[in-house]
């Protein structure tokens, strides 16, 4: 391809200790910055990048270099494009906000916190005329998202746009624990996976963010303004196109994040006092926050100058509860409730068949004689429908449901085979590559929704 031969490679610098941006390289840090040069600053080097068309305008790029996936609005030209065996999204903007964007998203994975991965910023692009084209950051295409609009490809009931706010409170509130200042919050920054009835949220455009050690109070209501505003816009907009139901109120629903987010904020972080008769308390708020998905990495306990009460907050909480148990007891990776659910379901597992053994060997087992057989029955034109957790979860589910309507213990094969044939064939694929999408399929998707 044009200019591959002399593409520059460029790694990251490693100021880790750093807390807000990493400054831009310097010309004089042994960067080659020749006239029609590639410049690929990238934390690992996929020689793959210089197969794709960099000299061609990413909103002209040939059909064969993309992939037909539901995207968000954007005020930037973004397009999905195969990246080798995965998925990549490519977003045009400038080198400064690229660069700060890529760095950004870099400190966020270190920081654990829910976030699409930077792949590459790619800068001395040119078309074959010689004429400069804008720079581009390339992410990492989180498999099973989906933007808010393309959740459903139906009218979004009230219950799907609470639990779509809710999720993006609690992305809120990590973001906030980790020092970050996220600046423009909405749903449309925000992609969205299932999560065992409820979405997982995670942060998808970080280009006006800011990382502190700490944010202040103001910073956090700041934060959650511009996300009451942004999100109240985006229901307008979506009730305007007859994409939600008649019922909902767009301001109502967009205050819920508010709510949602001072509740869960105030829970892990405020104060509570009580008498010394009720020191149960300590291990009751510990489980509690672990109930919410938080562990406990430090308390502070006090009591006041005459002994009559103990005052007691948490200093540091860490999201990722329930996933830390069950990767570590069975090295299934999935969303939190997801893994809450299969907790819940293991521990009934143990106790029911196998009491006698210790949590790791009935884990096993549970993973040998449940997980896995749920998933190996999946066929394979099946497979791109759902992520193995989330399908696992709903034959769970749906079990019990079965199990209630008959009024009898429903066999494990025999809710697999009703799942299989009855729900999950009818699903879209929500991994899916659409490589040769319709017109119609296409407008849909430049729109930001789902073929139906």
Same mark, same amino acid.
């Given at each position: 391809?044009?200019?591959?031969?002399?593409?520059?490679?460029?790694?990251?610098?490693?100021?880790?200790?750093?807390?807000?941006?990493?400054?831009?390289?310097?010309?004089?840090?042994?960067?080659?910055?020749?006239?029609?040069?590639?410049?690929?600053?990238?934390?690992?080097?996929?020689?793959?990048?210089?197969?794709?068309?960099?000299?061609?305008?990413?909103?002209?790029?040939?059909? #064969?270099?993309?992939?037909?996936?539901?995207?968000?609005?954007?005020?930037?030209? @973004?397009?999905?494009?195969?990246?080798?065996?995965?998925?990549?999204?490519?977003?045009?903007?400038?080198?400064?906000?690229?660069?700060?964007?890529?760095?950004?998203l870099r400190k966020l994975r270190r920081l654990n916190v829910p976030a699409v991965s930077p792949v590459a910023v790619i800068t001395g692009r040119m078309n074959p005329e010689g004429?400069?084209?804008?720079?581009?950051?390339?992410?990492?295409?989180?498999?099973?998202?989906?933007?808010?609009?393309?959740?459903?490809?139906?009218?979004?009931?009230?219950?799907?746009?609470?639990?779509?706010?809710?999720?993006?409170?609690?992305?809120?509130?990590?973001?906030?624990?980790?020092?970050?200042?996220?600046?423009?919050?909405?749903?449309?920054?925000?992609?969205?996976?299932?999560?065992?009835?409820?979405?997982?949220?995670? /942060? @998808?455009?970080?280009?006006?963010?800011?990382?502190?050690?700490? /944010?202040?109070?103001?910073?956090? #209501?700041?934060?959650?303004?511009?996300?009451?505003?942004?999100?109240?816009?985006?229901?307008?907009?979506?009730?305007?196109?007859?994409?939600?139901?008649?019922?909902?109120?767009?301001?109502?629903?967009?205050?819920?994040?508010?709510?949602?987010?001072?509740?869960?904020?105030?829970?892990?972080?405020?104060?509570?006092?009580?008498?010394?008769?009720?020191?149960?308390?300590?291990?009751?708020?510990?489980?509690?926050?672990?109930?919410?998905?938080?562990?406990?990495?430090?308390?502070?306990?006090?009591?006041?100058?005459?002994?009559?009460?103990?005052?007691?907050?948490?200093?540091?909480?860490?999201?990722?509860?329930?996933?830390?148990?069950?990767?570590?007891?069975?090295?299934?990776?999935?969303?939190?409730?997801?893994?809450?659910?299969?907790?819940?379901?293991?521990?009934?597992?143990?106790?029911?068949?196998?009491?006698?053994?210790?949590? #790791?060997?009935?884990?096993?087992?549970?993973?040998?004689?449940?997980?896995?057989?749920?998933?190996?029955?999946?066929?394979?034109? /099946?497979?791109?429908?759902?992520?193995?957790?989330?399908?696992?979860?709903?034959? /769970?589910?749906?079990?019990?449901?079965?199990?209630?309507?008959?009024?009898?213990? @429903?066999?494990?094969?025999?809710?697999?085979?009703?799942?299989?044939?009855?729900?999950?064939?009818?699903?879209?694929?929500?991994?899916?590559?659409?490589?040769?999408?319709?017109?119609?399929?296409?407008?849909?998707?430049?729109?930001?929704?789902?073929?139906?």
């Amino acid at each position: 391809m044009t200019h591959a031969a002399s593409a520059n490679w460029q790694n990251e610098p490693t100021d880790w200790d750093q807390a807000g941006k990493l400054p831009r390289a310097r010309e004089s840090a042994g960067r080659i910055n020749t006239l029609g040069s590639l410049n690929i600053t990238a934390a690992s080097m996929d020689p793959a990048l210089l197969d794709l068309p960099w000299h061609i305008p990413l909103e002209d790029w040939p059909k #064969e270099n993309l992939a037909a996936l539901p995207r968000g609005i954007s005020r930037h030209v @973004v397009r999905f494009a195969r990246l080798g065996d995965s998925l990549i999204a490519i977003k045009e903007t400038g080198e400064h906000v690229a660069r700060q964007e890529y760095h950004m998203l870099r400190k966020l994975r270190r920081l654990n916190v829910p976030a699409v991965s930077p792949v590459a910023v790619i800068t001395g692009r040119m078309n074959p005329e010689g004429e400069e084209l804008q720079p581009v950051l390339v992410t990492r295409h989180l498999r099973f998202s989906l933007p808010y609009r393309a959740v459903f490809s139906q009218t979004l009931r009230q219950v799907t746009l609470t639990r779509l706010i809710d999720a993006q409170a609690l992305l809120l509130v990590r973001l906030h624990l980790a020092g970050f200042y996220w600046g423009d919050v909405s749903l449309s920054n925000t992609l969205f996976r299932r999560d065992a009835g409820a979405f997982a949220a995670y /942060l @998808v455009d970080a280009e006006t963010g800011e990382l502190y050690p700490e /944010l202040s109070n103001g910073q956090r #209501e700041y934060d959650l303004e511009i996300a009451r505003v942004n999100i109240a816009g985006e229901l307008m907009d979506l009730a305007e196109g007859g994409l939600i139901e008649e019922s909902v109120d767009p301001l109502a629903t967009s205050e819920r994040i508010m709510d949602s987010y001072r509740r869960l904020w105030a829970e892990l972080t405020e104060q509570e006092s009580f008498g010394l008769a009720d020191r149960w308390r300590v291990d009751a708020r510990i489980r509690r926050l672990n109930d919410l998905g938080f562990d406990v990495d430090e308390l502070t306990i006090s009591t006041t100058p005459d002994g009559s009460q103990v005052q007691l907050q948490p200093k540091v909480v860490d999201a990722g509860h329930h996933q830390r148990r069950l990767l570590r007891l069975t090295g299934i990776d999935a969303q939190e409730n997801q893994a809450r659910r299969l907790l819940n379901d293991l521990d009934s597992y143990r106790a029911t068949n196998h009491p006698e053994l210790d949590e #790791e060997l009935s884990a096993h087992l549970w993973v040998t004689q449940v997980f896995e057989p749920i998933v190996k029955a999946v066929p394979r034109d /099946l497979g791109s429908k759902l992520e193995a957790a989330e399908v696992v979860h709903e034959v /769970l589910e749906h079990r019990w449901y079965l199990s209630e309507n008959s009024n009898r213990n @429903v066999p494990m094969a025999e809710a697999v085979q009703s799942y299989m044939d009855n729900i999950l064939r009818h699903r879209r694929d929500e991994a899916a590559i659409l490589l040769s999408a319709d017109t119609r399929t296409m407008q849909i998707l430049d729109a930001g929704g789902a073929p139906s």
